[in-house]
């Protein structure tokens, strides 16, 4: 349909501290922003555009801050509009804040669809390109790189082509160094926009830097930058995670990964790509914003595999069922176990813990028939690895016992109008009885308290163990409160984290299963480092 015409070397302009922080949900401090930049200082982007100084007082902040600091590659940018239009530019608010922000790229969008200009700036069409000529060459004539944002572009091209192209003409003429095409809508359909692209390379020289900003209200955001490089843009914009306004931005953690390892191997020499995944985990925890699972290249099931036959085949040869190597992008490949698996997950999963079942296929197939019937019954092991292990290693006989529950009671009151939960807990340990007592902020914590009141004791490495997530599912809401439920527990200490899971039609009893599978794979993880020294 087209012709590939893969520019020399294409620049990365990450706008997840502008364009990102539209999206809804997200609010960075300067703290965050700031740190977020350094992160991507280091990962290697070209250009962090840092706010719209003009904006808000955060933003101006961030830009004071950032001025003070010392970048080892990235150049920061920030962003605004061309002046209004009853300023001129040595008096426009916002063409001054982006001066004063004193950062060496200033990006300003402009109007290119007639539909903006009459309606939402009510101006003529020649009043527009004065404003798009005037902020330019302003901003250039104080030594800014200049880099034009061209606002609606695609549909403003699909109004009336020869308004739009002479609106990137002007910015063009003006000075600025960088002409970007922009699906603001973000619905514009891979097809159209190749079309627009080579109309507008003809008009322009192939010396002109023509750039991509897409939005990801079609779902095609990261196709349709694909090709935009495909057909020669070489300045890419987008954010870590796709975060943006709406249905967000081009997102850089599926887009880098096919510039480098599908297009041309001599793409983003200062790309740290195996830094990928820990950067987008990491910028997702500064939104706080639970990470995407199933992401591409950079998600917890990105390179998961559950079918059996699936499992079979990457045993064998990963490139099966995985279009890249994981480790390309800092990810990993993993096995998942559920009522889909087979032999071949059972003898994966046994490989990764240390145990040897290729010589024992009877004890294999008995472990992933008991797998089916736990699962069956409501038991999860997806996000439950840690509860996975000791099955198997109960079921293989290879499982010390470290305690036993001699009983557990917990009491709930109602006390001067506060609602207050204490559990007392028998445990055995070696022949040692320990009788215990807890409060906590409702029946599962005090168990939980009770439970490592009475086990600190005699093993004291328990008190670097904190629960980090706690999730109950209803099995059957047709039971309404009598229904059974699963409950998954997610526990880490300072090395690792992993999960547990307990299923019963008592809420109480299903966390008691997870969080004794918890303690337990914490002092089986102990014991067997302690074997290894």
Known sequence: ?????????????????????????????????????????????????????????????????????????????????????????EVDPNIQALLRANTPVCTIFGKTWDLHVTYALQINLEQNLELIRDSVAYLKSHQREVIYDAEHFFDGFKADPDYALVTLKIAREAGAECLVLCDTNGGTLTGDLIEIIKKVKAEFP?????????????????????????????????????????CGNANLCSVLPALKLKLSSDYLPNIELDKLTGLSRYISEEANLPHRYNAPYVGQSAFAHK??????????????????TPELVGNTQRILISELSGQSNILSKAEKYGLDLEHLTPKAQAIVQKLKEMEHLGYQFEAAEGSFEILMKKLLQQLNHYFSLEGFRVIIEKRNGN?????????????????????????????????????????????????????????????ATAAKVRVLIESADENESWGTVGVSDNIIEASWQALTDSISYKLMKDAMQNTAK
């Open 1 to 89: 349909m087209y012709n590939k015409n893969l520019p020399p070397q294409v620049v990365i302009y990450d706008t997840t501290l502008r364009d990102g922080t539209q999206g809804e949900g997200i609010s960075f401090s300067v703290e965050d922003k700031l740190r977020i930049a350094r992160q991507l200082d280091r990962f290697g982007v070209d250009y962090i555009e840092g706010g719209w100084p003009g904006s808000n007082q955060k933003d101006e902040t961030f830009f004071q801050r950032a001025a003070q600091m010392k970048w080892q590659h990235a150049k920061i940018a920030a962003f605004g509009s061309t002046r209004r239009a009853k300023n001129s530019v």
């Open 206 to 246: 192939d010396t002109v830097c023509l750039g991509i900003h897409t939005h990801n209200d079609a779902d095609m955001a990261v196709a349709n930058t694909i090709v935009a490089v495909e057909l020669g843009c070489q300045h890419i914009q987008g954010t870590i995670n796709g975060y943006g306004e709406r």
């Open 419 to 479: 609602s207050i939960s204490e559990a007392t807990i028998k445990v055995n340990v070696d022949g040692q009885s320990e009788h215990t007592a807890a409060e906590g902020v409702g029946p599962v914590n005090a168990l939980d308290n009770a439970l490592r009141k009475a086990l600190e004791k005699f093993y004291p490495a328990l008190r670097n163990v904190r629960l980090t997530d706690y999730k109950v599912r209803v099995l059957d809401e047709k039971q």
């Open 307 to 324: 079918g059996g036959i699936h499992v079979s085949a990457i045993r064998k040869n990963s490139k099966c069922y995985e279009h890249i």
